[in-house]
């Protein structure tokens, strides 16, 4: 799971502004380091892009962009085509047009040069899982309805904003006819609802080097498990509270 990918170190010219959202952001030369990594770890043919109407996934790598910001259209997707890629961009449909993220143009073009386009809620609410099942099924609702139009396909993707899954979110998800959604949960395990494939996700953060994506996308152990742990170390500091959420954060981000 990757967000944005930025030139000369403007972190603030793609995707949410600050620097919360800034940790999530990779410099181009960085990313192009990440992608090499990868090219090195995996088999030819490994990266590919979900087909979730098949209710099955392909023993595959996902690349996976958050947000919708702007450098999806430029660095990223010819830095993937570069390669033979494709990845899969989840949007966030109220920020479409607006500065520094896409517009409806731009992800039309990525859609048609074989990008996967999916959803990434409508208003990218600040904790997902807290919101009302008729507040959840309106993000759904909205946000694949009008990237249906830019499209004129069903999209049938989506990503949950900040990672906050909860059965209600998937099964919200599920009711507005997503068949794939991606958590933040560090985890190669899948979960099939009846209609909707739930799939985890491993983080890229800045400061986190090529050998970590290399890692993960050659579903190596010490990586994944070190994730894994703290992730869980992270829920159990977020029950606690504010200062040892922190901690813990400050903590990744120093890995
Ligand atoms: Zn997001």
């Known amino acids: 799971m990757y967000h944005d990918v930025v030139e000369n170190g403007e972190f603030e010219s793609s995707g949410f502004p600050g620097e919360g959202a800034n940790v999530y952001k990779l410099r181009r030369e960085d990313f192009e380091r990440h992608l090499d ?102 993000e759904w609702r909205r946000s694949r309805g009008i990237l249906s139009d830019i499209l004129r396909v069903d999209v049938n993707l989506a990503s949950v904003p900040g990672g906050y899954y909860s059965l209600e979110v998937g099964k919200s998800a599920e009711a507005a006819r997503i068949q794939a959604l991606f958590t933040s949960e560090p985890t190669m395990e899948v979960d099939v609802l009846s209609g909707c494939l739930v799939i985890g996700r491993y983080v890229i953060q800045r400061g986190m080097g090529p050998e970590w994506s290399a890692g993960f996308a050659a579903r190596r152990r010490q ?32 890995k």
Do not use: N
């Open 37 to 138: 990594a990868i090219q090195a770890a995996v088999p030819k043919g490994a990266i590919a892009t979900i087909s979730p109407e098949q209710q099955a996934i392909r023993p595959e790598v996902y690349l996976t962009f958050d947000d919708g910001g702007a450098s999806a259209f430029h660095p990223i997707g010819g830095l993937l085509e570069a390669r033979g890629w494709r990845g899969h961009f989840f949007i966030t449909t109220d920020c479409i047009g607006k500065p520094g993220f896409l517009s409806a143009d731009q992800i039309r073009d990525l859609y048609l040069r074989g990008h996967a386009i999916g959803s990434h809620s409508h208003t990218h609410p600040v904790r997902m899982a807290a919101l009302s099942r008729t507040e959840l099924d309106e």
């Open 223 to 254: 990586f994944r498990w070190r994730q894994t742990l703290l992730w869980k170390a992270k829920h159990v500091a977020k029950r606690l509270g504010g200062a040892g959420y922190l901690k813990v954060r400050q903590a990744m981000l120093e």
